[in-house]
C-alpha cells in the first residue's frame, strides 16, 4: 500500500506535465519544422519562390516558444497561442487589420495557404508551409494546448529553482538560503515564491536524469570545475535556464547553448559565497523582468536584456550572443 502510494505521488507531476502523442508531435513541427510522418516539411518564401525545409523556419523560431511573437526584424509575428487568434469577438491586429476568430480550419489555411479567416493575404514573411493532413493535425492539436502549457517548476504560487552546489559547499548553501527566505518574506516576486531544491553537482548523465524528474524551472549554481562542455548542453537539451558563478572553460562553442549563462570566467573555481549571491541576484532579477506570465524562454529573453546592471559592485550584461556577463580583462 505504502509503495503504491510513493508511485502514484510520483506520477502525479508527470502525467500533467505530459502531451499527448499527437501534441507530441505538433510540438516537434512546431519548435523544430520535423514532421511526425517522417515526411519533409516544405517551407515556401518569398511569395513561393524559394522552397526550404520547414527545419530552417519553424514556427518558434518566429512566434516563439510560447506562441506570443518574438519581435526581430521589421514585421512583428502576432500572438498565434489558441485563445489570442479565436476570441469571440475577432482580433483587431496592430497592423490595422482586423479578421473573424480562426477556426481549426481556417488556422490550417493561414500556414499553408497564408490567408486569414477574412481572406486577408498575410505578410509574405509568414511562410507558407507544406506539410500531410496528419501533420497539420497534430500542429493544431499542440496550438490548442500552446498558451495553457507552465513550464515546469512553475505554479500559481512558487517557482521551483534548483542550486547545484559541491559537497563542501556548506557556506554557499546557507547564504543562498538566507538570501531567498528574505526575498519571499519580502514578496517574492509576481505573487510567487521561490522555492529551493539543493543538489550536489554530479557527472552529465546523472545530471540529466535529475533534470528529468526534478521538475525545477531553473538551476544556480557556483561552478561546473571545468566540466562545461559535458553538462552545457545535457542542460541546454533540458531547455532549463541556468546561471553559473563561474566558469574555468565556459562552453561558447557556436551554436551558442541559449539556456546557459555563466556570470564570469575565472581560472579558479568560484568557492565563495559572494560569487554565488551575484548568480542568485541574476536569477531573481531576471524573474522580476520576465513578468508574471512567466515561461522559461521569457526568462532567457530577460536575462539576454541585461546592459551593464549593477549587481553588487559587479556589472554584467548579456545578450543574444554573450552569455558571459561580466567583461573579461
Ligand atoms: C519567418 C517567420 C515566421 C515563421 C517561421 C512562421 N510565421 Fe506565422 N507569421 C509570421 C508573421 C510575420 C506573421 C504576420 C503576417 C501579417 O501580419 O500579415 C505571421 C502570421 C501568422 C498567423 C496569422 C495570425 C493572425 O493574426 O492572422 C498564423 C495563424 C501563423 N502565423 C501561424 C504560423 C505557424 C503555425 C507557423 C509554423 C508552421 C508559422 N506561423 C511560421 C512569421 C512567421
New binding site residues.
Given amino acids: 500500500m505504502r509503495h503504491f502510494f510513493a508511485a502514484y505521488l510520483l506520477l502525479v507531476p508527470s502525467l500533467l506535465a505530459q502531451l499527448s502523442a499527437s501534441e507530441r508531435c505538433g510540438k516537434e513541427?512546431?519548435m523544430r519544422?520535423v514532421g511526425g510522418s517522417g515526411k519533409e516539411i516544405v517551407?515556401l518564401l518569398d511569395n513561393g519562390q524559394t522552397r526550404v525545409p520547414?527545419t530552417l523556419?519553424?514556427?518558434g523560431?518566429?512566434?516563439g516558444a510560447d506562441g506570443r511573437g518574438k519581435p526581430e526584424g521589421g514585421?512583428?509575428?502576432?500572438?498565434?497561442t489558441w485563445d489570442a487568434?479565436t476570441k469571440p469577438y475577432g482580433?483587431y491586429?496592430t497592423?490595422g487589420?482586423s479578421?473573424a476568430p480562426?477556426t481549426e480550419s481556417t488556422?490550417k489555411r493561414?500556414?499553408t495557404m497564408g490567408t486569414?479567416?477574412s481572406g486577408?493575404?498575410?505578410?509574405t514573411?509568414?511562410?507558407r508551409?507544406q506539410l500531410s493532413y496528419e501533420d497539420a493535425a497534430c500542429?493544431v492539436a499542440f496550438?490548442k494546448k500552446l498558451g495553457h502549457l507552465a513550464d515546469p517548476g512553475i505554479t500559481d504560487e512558487s517557482i521551483r529553482i534548483g542550486v547545484l552546489l559541491g559537497p563542501s559547499d556548506t557556506l554557499i548553501r546557507t547564504t543562498l538560503a538566507q538570501y531567498f527566505d528574505k526575498f519571499n518574506r519580502d514578496g517574492g516576486v509576481y505573487g510567487r515564491t521561490v522555492e529551493l531544491v539543493f543538489h550536489d553537482r554530479e557527472g552529465a548523465t546523472r545530471l540529466a536524469q535529475w533534470l528529468n524528474r526534478a521538475s525545477v524551472f531553473a538551476l544556480i549554481g557556483n561552478d561546473l570545475t571545468g566540466a562545461e562542455s559535458d553538462v552545457a548542453p545535457v542542460l541546454n537539451d533540458a531547455e532549463t535556464p541556468s546561471i553559473w558563478a563561474s566558469a574555468a572553460e565556459p562552453d561558447l562553442r557556436q551554436p551558442l547553448k541559449p539556456y546557459v549563462f555563466y556570470v564570469r570566467v575565472a581560472s579558479r573555481p568560484a568557492h565563495t559565497d559572494a560569487d554565488s549571491l551575484t548568480a542568485a541576484r541574476i536569477l531573481t532579477a531576471g524573474l522580476q523582468r520576465a513578468g508574471r506570465s512567466l515561461t522559461r524562454q521569457s526568462f532567457v529573453e530577460a536575462l539576454e536584456s541585461m546592459y551593464k546592471v549593477d549587481f553588487g559592485g559587479v556589472e554584467v550584461t548579456f545578450g543574444p550572443n554573450r552569455r558571459v556577463g561580466v567583461s573579461q580583462r
Fill in positions: 513541427i512546431y519544422g517551407a520547414a523556419t519553424p514556427c523560431s518566429c512566434h514585421v512583428v509575428p502576432p500572438d498565434i487568434l482580433v491586429r497592423n487589420r479578421h480562426y488556422f493561414a500556414f486569414d479567416p486577408n493575404k498575410l505578410d514573411v509568414m511562410p508551409f500542429l496550438m
